[in-house]
C-alpha cells in the first residue's frame, strides 16, 4: 500500500486537517504500507512557505512520519500540460469564456458548487472568435458524458454517483493554472498512490477524478472518504474561519499524546481521554477502519 498525505499551505493545521493526517497515517501502517507527503500548492493567492514550514512541524509533533515526497505542485506544470494534451488529443477538452459569477448566474446551485450548464460546450466558431477578439480568456473545461461512476469506499462501502451531476469541469483556468481535479489525479498515478483517505466532503469529486484516471491509463486508487471535524455551531472546521489550530494547542500546552488521543477519539477508534500516541493506535485502526463515526 501506498498512501498519502496531501495538504495545502494555505494555513496552520487545524485539527480537522489533523485528523485525516492521522487516520492516512494509521491506514498505510496499519498493513506495512508506506506514506507519500505532497504539498498541493496550486493556490498562489493564499499558499505561503511560511504555512509549509509551519504544517510540517505539527506534523512532526504530532509523530506523523513519511517515508518519501512528491515535488511540489507548483513545480509539475510540465506535466500537467501534458495530460491537457493528452486529453486534447482525445477531443475531450473545449474553452469556456464563462467567468464564475456567469456560470452562478446562469445554473440552480446543486450543494456548494453550481452546476455548469454548457453554455460553451459547442460554441460555434464565430462566437469563439468574438469572444477572444473581446480579450476574454478560455479555461479548458472536460466534456463529460453521461454516466454512473462505482467503486467500493473503505469507509461508505459501495458508491455510486452520477459523474455528469455537476456538468462538465474545468481542467485548467483561465489565467492558466492547473485544476484541481487533473493535478491530484496526474500526481497520485506518477507517484503510484494506491490508497486515498480523505474527508468526505471530497466525496463528488471522487467520480470526476475516477473518470479522469481511465482517460489518462491510470489506475484509480482505493478511496476513503471520512467524516468532517465540526465546530461545537455544527460548522465544519476551516482554515479560513480561524478554527482551533495545532500550533495554539501545543502553546497552549497540550501534549502531542493528547491531542492524538482526542483526535482517534472523536471517531471511535479509543475512548474519550486516551492519551496515545499514533503508534499505539495502529491495532484500534486496524480492527475497524471502516467504521469511523462522525463526531
Given at each position: 500500500?501506498?498512501?498519502?498525505?496531501?495538504?495545502?499551505?494555505?494555513?496552520?493545521?487545524?485539527?480537522?486537517?489533523?485528523?485525516?493526517?492521522?487516520?492516512?497515517?494509521?491506514?498505510?501502517?496499519?498493513?506495512?504500507?508506506?506514506i507519500?507527503?505532497?504539498?498541493?500548492?496550486?493556490?498562489?493567492?493564499?499558499?505561503?512557505?511560511?504555512?509549509?514550514?509551519?504544517?510540517?512541524v505539527?506534523?512532526?509533533?504530532?509523530?506523523?512520519?513519511?517515508?518519501?515526497?512528491?515535488?511540489?505542485?507548483?513545480?509539475?506544470?510540465?506535466?500537467?500540460d501534458?495530460?491537457?494534451?493528452?486529453?486534447?488529443?482525445?477531443?475531450?477538452?473545449?474553452?469556456?469564456?464563462?467567468?464564475?459569477?456567469?456560470?452562478?448566474?446562469?445554473?440552480?446551485?446543486?450543494?456548494?458548487?453550481?452546476?455548469?450548464?454548457?453554455?460553451?460546450?459547442?460554441l460555434?466558431?464565430?462566437?469563439?472568435?468574438?469572444?477572444?477578439?473581446?480579450?476574454?480568456?478560455?479555461?479548458?473545461?472536460?466534456?463529460?458524458?453521461?454516466?454512473?461512476?462505482?467503486?467500493?469506499?473503505?469507509?461508505?462501502?459501495?458508491?455510486?454517483?452520477?459523474?455528469?451531476?455537476?456538468?462538465d469541469?474545468?481542467?485548467?483556468?483561465?489565467d492558466?493554472?492547473?485544476?484541481?481535479?487533473?493535478?491530484?489525479?496526474?500526481?497520485?498515478?506518477?507517484?503510484?498512490?494506491?490508497?486515498?483517505?480523505?474527508?468526505?466532503?471530497?466525496?463528488?469529486?471522487?467520480?470526476?477524478?475516477?473518470?479522469?484516471?481511465?482517460?489518462?491509463?491510470?489506475?484509480?486508487?482505493?478511496?476513503?472518504?471520512?467524516?468532517?471535524?465540526?465546530?461545537?455551531?455544527?460548522?465544519?472546521?476551516?482554515?479560513?474561519?480561524?478554527?482551533?489550530?495545532?500550533?495554539?494547542?501545543?502553546?497552549?500546552?497540550?501534549t502531542?499524546?493528547?491531542?492524538?488521543?482526542?483526535?482517534?477519539?472523536?471517531?471511535?477508534?479509543?475512548?474519550?481521554?486516551?492519551?496515545?500516541?499514533?503508534?499505539?493506535?495502529?491495532?484500534?485502526?486496524?480492527?475497524?477502519?471502516?467504521?469511523?463515526?462522525?463526531?
Amino acid at each position: 500500500m501506498l498512501a498519502r498525505y496531501a495538504p495545502s499551505p494555505s494555513g496552520r493545521m487545524h485539527r480537522g486537517n489533523a485528523r485525516t493526517a492521522l487516520l492516512a497515517w494509521l491506514q498505510a501502517r496499519a498493513v506495512g504500507g508506506e506514506i507519500v507527503l505532497r504539498i498541493e500548492d496550486l493556490d498562489r493567492d493564499r499558499c505561503r512557505p511560511e504555512f509549509e514550514s509551519a504544517l510540517r512541524v505539527d506534523l512532526e509533533w504530532l509523530g506523523l512520519d513519511w517515508d518519501r515526497e512528491q515535488q511540489r505542485q507548483s513545480e509539475r506544470g510540465a506535466i500537467y500540460d501534458e495530460a491537457i494534451r493528452r486529453l486534447d488529443a482525445g477531443g475531450r477538452l473545449y474553452p469556456c469564456f464563462c467567468t464564475r459569477a456567469e456560470v452562478r448566474a446562469a445554473s440552480a446551485p446543486h450543494g456548494p458548487e453550481p452546476v455548469y450548464p454548457g453554455t460553451c460546450r459547442d460554441l460555434s466558431a464565430a462566437a469563439w472568435a468574438a469572444r477572444l477578439a473581446a480579450g476574454r480568456r478560455p479555461a479548458l473545461r472536460l466534456r463529460v458524458e453521461p454516466e454512473t461512476v462505482a467503486f467500493e469506499d473503505l469507509v461508505l462501502g459501495s458508491t455510486e454517483l452520477d459523474v455528469a451531476a455537476l456538468g462538465d469541469f474545468v481542467v485548467r483556468r483561465a489565467d492558466g493554472l492547473h485544476a484541481y481535479q487533473l493535478a491530484v489525479v496526474v500526481d497520485d498515478g506518477a507517484a503510484g498512490v494506491t490508497h486515498v483517505l480523505r474527508g468526505d466532503d471530497l466525496l463528488p469529486s471522487t467520480p470526476r477524478q475516477i473518470v479522469l484516471h481511465r482517460l489518462l491509463a491510470l489506475p484509480p486508487p482505493q478511496y476513503a472518504h471520512v467524516p468532517l471535524l465540526y465546530a461545537l455551531d455544527g460548522e465544519r472546521l476551516a482554515k479560513r474561519h480561524g478554527a482551533e489550530t495545532i500550533a495554539s494547542l501545543r502553546d497552549a500546552g497540550a501534549t502531542p499524546a493528547a491531542v492524538v488521543g482526542a483526535l482517534a477519539a472523536s471517531v471511535g477508534l479509543v475512548a474519550e481521554g486516551t492519551v496515545a500516541g499514533p503508534s499505539e493506535l495502529i491495532a484500534a485502526y486496524g480492527a475497524h477502519p471502516g467504521r469511523l463515526g462522525r463526531a
